[in-house]
């Protein structure tokens, strides 16, 4: 028996009418509408369109939430197999929307769901957690393409068998990383992508690079005399005995200790389990890497406000970005809540 | 490796395995010494900047 | 700098009357390998076991894997400066044994903690874990000891080596004559000739090779001396490389490689084997990671890519043996060559996390657009269930938490006997799902 499958579409591609009509609100038809229809073909039998889910672009993203529940109980209501939306092509308004009712459907029905549209497209942008999107040209010339590409990625999503590199089985990479083995060994790779390079030829790396954060820099301090002034550090140095077992490296931990009312961190009283550097010189006196010490006199003398009564500490060896990131989204959050000024980070 | 990952704020201070400390100075000498760093950092909290800066300590106390 | 190096493939391993290569099958006298490896000062205990590749056994605490080699015409010998005078090699004629390898296991005296701890790895000769271990594809003689009360990590260390090179060599030298009774023995399968001719014309590639040396048990020798803290990037000739020139002497033994993967770096041969043909190949450049700060990071980085200009290379295929900071100079040496209009290829180890969900690369820089992936280190796997253990009594995982070695387990290659390395050389790569 054939799959029951529930599509979404905007307003142009549902039929009621271009960028005027955007404000359509949510409706439903029964059966596949304009472009589902050739999905349906593509389908070649396996699969059925039951409802195809239609929602102006503007009423969309006008009232998210409101809009993304009635879909989510519209789908339930006719128990599909796979959710498919799109495609959207390069069209930003409508990819966020069929990402979003991807993730929303396919979460809550526990169903397998996709999107189609432009890996340029806003709508398909990384999601945590991921979900599939299908790649398709940027305008709806490529139609054809994306609902084959679609159709595939439905059935096999269907079939329960599992999926194959985003390259193979015609989906957007989700960030996820698996390893494989080449028939070659790296050595040979690497000398084929040197000598392409040479030869001017357009190579593919096998490890894509990371574009670093650019911050924009906090105005200065503009009193420093009223400023709470807190200590951060990766450098691992923790009360003796690692109370909250902070790793030596690749941690996934932070932890925030009391400073309050001490003149200095007492020799003896701290430690540094950091796997990455000689730990000698801070374990004999830990204020070689937090000054609490120098700050308390400052705070005395009223060069600064205060020094906020707890730092943090993770431990940066081997560290991976992603982790600290997340540390660090989680710490900045504490000391904003906590009023806090400014902040210095030892590093090791 | 600071400034590539865009930390807008850089002060060269002491070594990676003590960036406040120096354990070649005596322990008044140090003491005083990770004050002058600590002031530096205190500079560089105050002072505009557009982009990735680094901050030096400009005066060091005598050993 | 011509090197002529016949090659004789070890099919079979076997305890014997004496101590003989015949038609692939390589017996060995249990008293005289013995008595090799016997070191009353150094060793409480020695062990020897012969292993083979599927056998369900499992090397634990393993500290190297040596490829038999002897120096039969030429001024050097093979591993100058651990097993002979540390002369000039790669020159005259050297024979191999291709399929066996000395592996050595054992414990230091006292395992250093800390920045410089050491990291014991481990060999499944079976199994889904074997194509991540080194030596798990030759048949080994392996060499179990303890030392003996007191004894420093360096005099272990070294004892330890001394006695795999003493083995390794008289291995090898079963090969000695064996082409001057071809009717008795069997000839060498292969004589392989190494000598970078002429190659005008085609593009001049040099390997720069980043190895580790970060203090005592964490050592690269190079001609029996450890590079140092000091290292500044130097140049060496394909040639002493598959001589032996490097010897592993480094206990973090999953980012490592061992001293068989030195002397016969799939980089290096590869670019041999595409000289004359596709390639140049202009020389080997070593550097080492670890450097203790961003000045020496980036002055490492500025050499290597000074060298590889003053060799005229306009290619180059840069690797790297360990993980963590030594990825920075890693990528800043890539970034040097580039600026010095020197193609450059990098391979590179992922630490996407168990999941491969994380960010891969500790560090990178915008030049490194043409990276080779050796795969996620990371990642779990299943291993087989062993009936037989050498070398230990504990698992240890990188982390250190420790399992009974007995059972089938879930590990990562940071586990695994230069687990780094054997994934680039399996062909592993991590692709985006």
Known sequence: MAFRVVHYLNQFYGGIGGEAQADAPFTVREGPVGPGRRLEQALGGDGRIVATLICGDNAFHERRDEALAKIVAAAREWAPDVLVAGPAFASGRYGLACAAVTARVGAELRIPALAGMHRDNPGAQPLDPPIYIVPTGETSVEMDAALEGMARLARKLRSGQPLGPAAVDGYLPRGIRRNMRDKRPAAARAVDLLLGRLA??????????????????????ADLAHATIALVTEAGVVPKGNPDGIEAARATRWARYSIE??????????????????????????????????LRTMERERMIGRLHPEYFVTCGSIGNPTEMRRMGREIARELSAAGVTAVILPAT | MATRVGANRILRAGRFHHPFGDPNRTPEGEFLWRRQVVEAALRALAAPVEGPTTFEVTEYVMR | MRLEMPAFTVSDLEWGSETALAGGRLSLNRSEVDALVRNPEAFASAQVDIVRPGEPVRLLNVIDAVMPLVKVAGDSCAYPGVAGPAVTAGSGVTHRLDGVSVVTCGVPPKPPTGAQSTKPAFVDMFGDAAPYCDASDTRNVVIVTSPVPGLSNEDYDSAVRDAAHRVARRLAETTLGLRREPKMRRAPDAVETFELGPANGLPRTVC??????????????????????????????????????????????CLKQSTRMHARNPVVLELYRRHGRDAALAGVILTRGSNANHFLKERSAQYAANLAAMLGAEAAVVIMEDTGNSVTEYMFTIRALERRGIRAVGVAHELAGTLGDNSPLLDSVEEATALISSGNVDELF????????????????????????????????????????????????????
């Open chain 3, 382 to 433: 299943q291993t087989g269930r062993p009936e037989r253990l050498l070398g230990g009594d504990v698992f240890r995982y990188y982390s250190g938490t420790t399992a009974d070695p007995h059972g089938a387990l879930r590990v990562s290659a940071m586990e695994c006997f230069c687990g780094l390395a054997r994934m680039a050389a399996a062909g592993f790569t991590a692709v985006e799902y």
């Open chain 1, 261 to 294: 009312g001490m003149e200095r961190l007492r020799p003896g009283d701290y430690e540094s389990i950091h796997g990455g550097y000689d730990n000698a010189w801070v374990n004999q006196d830990a204020n070689r890497v937090l000054p609490v010490d120098a």
């Open chain 1, 200 to 221: 001017g030829a357009a190579v593919e790396t096998e490890l894509p690079i990371e574009v670093r954060d650019r911050v924009a820099p906090p105005p200065p301090v």
């Open chain 3, 208 to 253: 720069v090779m980043q190895l580790m040396d970060q203090g005592p048990l964490i050592r690269t020798l190079l001609y029996g001396h450890h590079l140092g803290e000091d290292f500044v990037p130097t140049l060496i000739h394909p040639n002493e490389l598959l001589d032996g020139a490097l010897v592993n002497a480094n206990h973090r033994s």
